[in-house]
């Protein structure tokens, strides 16, 4: 349970920190206008990035919600 | 004692089934509710007109707009030179229309955003947005004598350009410009125009009757007999049974493509500048499932279906972004507060709206996607 805790922890950080960073980054900027002038990678990668980290946020309270079920039934 | 065994290991398998399922569900309605509360961010206060949020979006706009020099208007270079130079005019256009509605919401605001408003139209009329009319037609992009709908979105910001600002430098070209679409309108048996040559796109031609209606209010016109002619030959060329417009129809009104939900949309929106009755009728129409809160557009019509194309943007199951976004601008343009929120809230779900130093921006949207949900987002209410 204190494994799950921790992982669920971390990965929520993690989700959090490439959401700030790839929205920060792709907020002021075209991602058409970047993605048709040689910067094809990054773009997709911050947009890529950004996707992933949004879902997870938004799934992730139904992990926590496990886990402190867990932690009530343990204690 | 086997058979109490047996009974005691069924039971704790019952229990702990209806424990998993409870987690589960608590798991999901808990995400569920994040993502609606995460997703209804200012739908409210889009939807009342706040002042303040309006302009974390529209400095947004204003400033990208008043970076770019005057002698070189954005044009992306994606190869495809139709979809480039339409979605150069398309974002000066509706950062125009944008800026216009807030200016004339909240009148304070014009030394704001008038500057950003005059040099979005001088790029919007640079050559090199008007590339793709060019080779269509040749010659001078900027006449309307002879078909040319694709000059409605232009004559449109035009005239919300005019009503901010009376004594703008472009009155006489607006005025030329509405003058020739209101002699080609009356003399259409269908009340149709060309956008390109053999090419006739009805919300176009809502585009078309948008910047006439506007122009009216702007110069204090009385258009409202001419524009109720045209919307009796427009309604029975392209609007479908469903209620929604045919997206492309040939010279003798034949449909050449489905009715959907993208035209019908960015029509209704248009049209509100000029006849509130047929905007408000297509409105009502636009439909699409909710759950949750949110809310999607069906592109195609009942008993049609197709692949999409740029102007429906991604589609999943029938549902397009394009159509989901026009469709802001329908719903508050037509004061329908429910169907606003749907729709705001599916797109900040996957727009991603980002605040930056006090500007807000969708992540995913770059100046085109800011400017079209400003544009939509400020729509005026009735």
């Not at chain 1, 990054?42 to 950004?50: F, G, K, N, P, R």
């Not at chain 1, 992933?52 to 079920?69: D, E, K, N, Q, S």
């Not at chain 2, 159509?323 to 343009?333: D, E, K, L, P, V």
């Amino acid at each position: 349970l204190r494994r799950s805790l921790a992982i669920c922890a971390v990965l929520t950080s993690f989700a959090f920190l490439a959401h700030i960073v790839s929205a920060s980054w792709l907020a002021p900027r075209d991602p058409i206008a970047l993605a048709t002038s040689g910067h094809a990678v990054m773009t997709v990668i911050a947009v890529v990035s950004l996707s992933c980290a949004r879902a997870f946020l938004l799934l992730v309270p139904g992990w926590w919600i496990w886990l402190v079920v867990r932690v009530v039934r343990k204690t | 004692m086997t058979t109490g065994l047996a009974s005691s290991s069924h039971s704790d398998g019952l229990s702990r089934i209806r424990r998993v399922a409870i987690t589960i569900v608590l798991g999901l309605i808990s995400s569920c509710a994040t993502t609606r509360c995460v997703a209804s961010r200012d739908v409210t206060a889009y939807f009342e007109g706040n002042g303040d949020t309006q302009d974390a979006l529209a400095r947004t706009v204003a400033g990208a707009i008043l970076a770019r020099p005057s002698h070189e208007a954005l044009v992306y270079e994606t190869g495809v030179t139709r979809f480039d130079c339409q979605a150069s005019v398309a974002v000066y256009q509706m950062a125009i229309l944008g800026l216009g509605q807030i200016i004339l919401a909240h009148p304070e605001k014009r030394p704001d955003y008038l500057p950003a408003m005059r040099h979005a139209a001088e790029l919007m009329l640079r050559p090199e947005t008007m590339r793709y009319a060019r080779q269509a037609y040749g010659g001078d992009a900027l006449s309307a004598t002879d078909g040319r709908a694709y000059l409605g979105y232009v004559n449109l910001a035009l005239a919300m350009l005019r009503l901010v600002d009376p004594d703008t430098s472009f009155g006489p070209l607006n005025d030329r410009l509405t003058n020739g679409f209101v002699a080609q309108l009356d003399a259409s048996p269908h009340g149709m125009v060309e956008t390109y040559p053999n090419e006739t796109w009805p919300p176009d031609v809502a585009a078309v009757v948008g910047s006439i209606g506007l122009h009216a209010v702007a110069t204090h016109l009385d258009r409202s007999a001419m524009l109720r002619r045209w919307a009796t030959r427009f309604e029975a060329c392209a609007l479908d049974a469903s209620g929604y417009v045919v997206q492309r129809v040939d010279a003798a009104c034949i449909p050449l493509d489905a009715p959907r939900g993208t035209g019908t949309a960015i029509a209704s929106y248009f049209l509100a500048f000029a006849n509130r009755d047929l905007s408000h009728r297509l409105e009502t129409a636009l439909h699409g499932p909710s759950i949750l809160g949110f809310g999607g557009v069906s592109e195609y019509a009942p008993k049609h279906a197709g692949k999409g194309d740029v102007n429906a943007g991604p589609m999943l199951f029938n549902i397009s972004v394009g159509a989901t976004g026009f469709a802001i601008g329908a719903s508050r343009a037509n004061g329908d507060e429910d169907a606003f929120a749907r729709f705001v809230r599916s797109a900040n779900l996957f727009g991603v709206p980002t605040t930056v130093a006090g500007n807000r921006s969708y992540a995913f949207g770059g100046l085109l996607g800011n400017a079209l949900m400003l544009a939509m987002l400020t729509a005026r209410a009735p």
